[in-house]
């Protein structure tokens, strides 16, 4: 497994997960869920405290996007080495005239998980789920369980088959 953590599949622990994630977790057998301190939940301390590699790590940015006078939302799964192109490929691609992060008290509002915790797994419906390719290609990836007193351990691709999941080059 990854790090010095206590890895358990996800589906046994869903009082670890964020209402809506333990709602789809029985859909992702592969899904491994290790408790950990709330207090390091943010990437960078967590990595170094818990032994997880930079690399290994993927988090997920919640953006809304406006075009037409409408706004919408979206996920943008990119690595925690990387920063999503929000501005270019995420707004092209979503055909948006501005993208920007979503503030914080409309992302956990509406996503009903807990800021710096919040993971493409159980978003509302309709929402498109943009994955970068090397988060789809890692063969294992740490990803935010809903909540911040945990963590989800997940092949990448594993996020490719979400509900309107879609993989581009997202980094820059």
């Known amino acids: 497994m990854v790090g010095n953590l206590d890895w358990r599949p996800a589906a046994e622990r869903t009082d670890l997960l964020?209402?809506?994630?333990?709602?789809?977790?029985?859909?992702?057998?592969?899904?491994?869920?290790?408790?950990?301190?709330?207090?390091?939940?943010?990437?960078?301390?967590?990595c170094e405290r818990y032994g997880v590699p930079l690399e290994v790590s993927a988090n997920c940015v919640i953006v809304a996007a406006k075009r037409g006078g409408e706004a919408g939302y979206a996920a943008c799964m990119v690595a925690a080495?990387?920063?999503?192109?929000?501005?270019?490929?995420?707004?092209?691609?979503?055909?948006?005239?501005?993208?920007?992060?979503?503030?914080?008290?409309?992302?956990?509002?509406?996503?009903?998980?807990?800021?710096?915790?919040?993971?493409?797994?159980?978003?509302?419906?309709?929402?498109?789920?943009?994955?970068?390719?090397?988060?789809?290609?890692?063969?294992?990836v740490v990803i935010g369980s809903g909540v911040r007193?945990?963590?989800?351990?997940?092949p990448g691709k594993s996020l490719t088959d979400l509900p309107g999941a879609e993989v581009l080059a997202l980094a820059r």
């Open 18 to 46: 964020a209402g809506p994630v333990a709602a789809v977790i029985g859909e992702r057998p592969e899904a491994r869920v290790a408790e950990i301190d709330p207090e390091l939940a943010d990437t960078a301390a967590f």
């Open 81 to 140: 080495t990387d920063r999503a192109d929000v501005n270019g490929v995420v707004r092209r691609h979503l055909g948006a005239r501005k993208v920007s992060f979503a503030p914080m008290a409309d992302a956990t509002s509406l996503t009903s998980m807990e800021y710096g915790g919040i993971t493409p797994l159980g978003l509302p419906a309709g929402w498109p789920v943009l994955v970068d390719e090397a988060v789809a290609a890692a063969p294992q």
């Open 149 to 154: 007193r945990s963590k989800l351990l997940l």
